[in-house]
């Protein structure tokens, strides 16, 4: 590829986020580039003292219809399409009086952001461009000739490649620009797309598509043989994409989702009720806790499983503050998550130069629909987010003895936890603490036997004199299939369960309950999470 440079006599400005635009107006005329420009974008660099032309001059009509129609015209589409080195095209611009247009700089009206804002069906529809769309495309179909830009952080880039080159831009540049600009258009068609079924209640369009804006390229995948890099979509929901990264190396591609995991278990506690903690290690949870603070949460978490801790991601749903800061520090932390921090906490937290700590402003509402999507071989695997939520929901007693108030206690928050742990998901709790965990299993047996297990060990390391599954309940996420899955919980302690229901064999189960004095209750709603 040489570098096929072509000199920028004429540009065409057309701008929703004027941030930088009287700066590179002003550098573009230095250039001896002629500036057209539309509406408020033209009043702006007039109002600078440059010289612009209104592209109502250019196409000889004027704009109309609330602004709907202004570039859509020959002589604006013509002067971004003509191939410079086409000899009937030449002829025709000279034929109808189509000057070239080698520079285009659009951003798109600013529909995402007001979607975000809560405007009306109305506004949103006014906010849907139409003309910035056709000439991005024409300008990056035409790239060998014309450079397009979509955004101001790619101004720089322009008028480097102009001052090294005499005025023009090379087709390196062109191309790399063109690519941006047909993902910009498409990300904007997605989020118009996306909104417009949300509109009207269509859950599987004949077509999905999904954009986004890269936050930052990463330094390698889940293995250092991949490669990866962070997008943010129009889903302005509180988390890691959205977090203020305070200090500490850059996020990696397992932190990112690990983050994200512990973030999005976090907000099923709301810190109006209780101080709460999750400790995450690769995607699930190793140990959560209610406290009367974050330090007591903190500490409860960790005795779960303070070994799989080492070296965890941790979220806390109230701002962190100086005491769980020092506690945290004690040991080996990756990344630490919460809606906000004391400056004392930020400075302890800063002694510590590769710990992250993220604050992310709010917590995410667990209530909230939304749209998760996943790869698989030739194609998109599309689904509502799990948005059922234990308040919700009514937990119906199944067995002889119904659960005391602190078994229906423990009982709500192991299956608000078993939401976010992957399946199959035995959660032993006790006294508003997992105490066991047993997640990702074949059989929901060997959770269960897991969980136990890791019970056990944990009771080691405090030395205790029996695991803290002794008389704690259970959650599972999905029901029993048979009743040894539920005996290999009665076996390790627990005195209550909670499951959906919904098995052939749920009477088989319940009656295995009532033989060994063991509540049990159903909930009626699965939290299968693969």
């Known amino acids: 590829m040489t570098d096929h440079p072509r000199r920028v006599t004429r540009a065409l400005l057309s701008v929703s986020d004027k941030t930088g635009l009287i700066e590179f107006a002003k550098a573009l005329v230095a250039h001896d580039v002629e500036l057209v420009s539309t509406g408020g974008t033209a009043k702006a660099i007039a109002a600078a003292g440059l010289k612009v032309k209104d592209v109502s001059d250019l196409t000889g009509f004027p704009e109309m219809m609330d602004g709907r129609v202004k570039t859509l015209h020959p002589k604006v589409h013509g002067g971004l399409l003509a191939i410079r080195d086409n000899k009937d095209h030449t002829e025709a611009m000279k034929a109808h009086g189509i000057a070239p247009i080698d520079l285009l700089v659009v951003n798109l009206y600013p529909f995402e952001a007001t979607v975000d804002k809560g405007a009306g069906f109305e506004d949103c529809i006014e906010n849907i461009d139409i003309g910035g769309p056709a000439m991005i495309r024409a300008a990056a179909k035409n790239h060998d000739d014309v450079a397009v830009v979509v955004e101001a952080d790619d101004y720089t880039a322009v008028l480097d490649e102009l001052a090294a080159n005499k005025g023009a831009t090379t087709l ?31 859950d599987a369009p004949d077509f999905r598509a999904f954009g986004g804006k890269l936050i930052q390229s990463l330094r390698y995948g889940e293995n250092p043989h991949q490669t990866a890099a962070f997008y943010a979509t129009p889903d302005k929901r509180p988390g890691v994409s959205t977090a203020r990264q305070l200090q500490g190396k850059e996020l990696s591609y397992n932190n990112i989702n690990d983050t994200d995991a512990a973030y999005e278990c976090i907000g099923e506690f709301d810190t ?41 991601i941790i979220a806390m749903n109230r701002a962190l503050d100086a005491d769980t800061a020092r506690e945290i520090t004690k040991i080996f932390t990756e990344v630490i998550i919460a809606p906000d921090a004391s400056e004392e906490a930020i400075a302890i937290i800063g002694a510590r130069k590769n710990l992250r700590l993220l604050l992310a402003g709010s917590l995410p509402d667990p209530r909230t629909a939304g749209l998760t999507a996943k790869t698989v071989a030739g194609g998109l695997l599309v689904q509502s987010r799990d948005n059922a939520v234990v308040d919700d929901m009514t937990f119906k007693v199944v067995t002889k003895r ?36 047993g997640a990702g299993q074949m059989s929901r047996v060997d959770s269960a036997r897991i969980a136990a297990r890791k019970a056990q060990d944990a009771a080691n390391e405090l030395k205790l004199a029996e695991p803290l599954t002794k008389g704690s309940v259970v959650a599972s996420d999905a029901f029993f299939p048979f009743a040894d899955g539920m005996l290999a919980c009665i076996e390790a302690g627990a005195t209550a369960v909670v499951q959906p229901g919904g ?23 699965r939290h299968f999470r693969h």
């Not at 062109?174 to 498409?186: S, V």
């Not at 098995?503 to 009626?524: P, Y």
């Open 402 to 437: 119904a659960p005391t108030d602190a078994e229906m206690r423990d009982l709500k928050f192991a299956f608000r936890v078993a939401k976010h742990v992957k399946s199959n998901t035995i959660i032993y709790a006790k006294d508003l603490a997992t105490v066991g965990i």
């Open 172 to 202: 390196k540049l062109r191309r790399r620009l063109a690519a941006k600009a047909y993902a910009r258009t498409a990300a904007y068609d997605a989020a118009i797309s996306n909104w417009f079924n949300r509109q009207i209640e269509i």
């Open 272 to 312: 109006k009720r209780t101080a709460a903690c999750v400790i995450v290690k690769h995607a699930n949870p190793c140990g959560i806790a209610e406290g009367a603070n974050l330090v007591d949460a903190y500490r409860k978490a960790l005795a779960c499983d303070s070994t799989s801790a080492f070296g965890g």
């Open 503 to 525: 098995s052939m064999r749920d009477d088989e189960v319940i009656k295995a309950a009532d033989e060994h004095g063991i509540a049990m209750v159903f909930t009626g709603t």
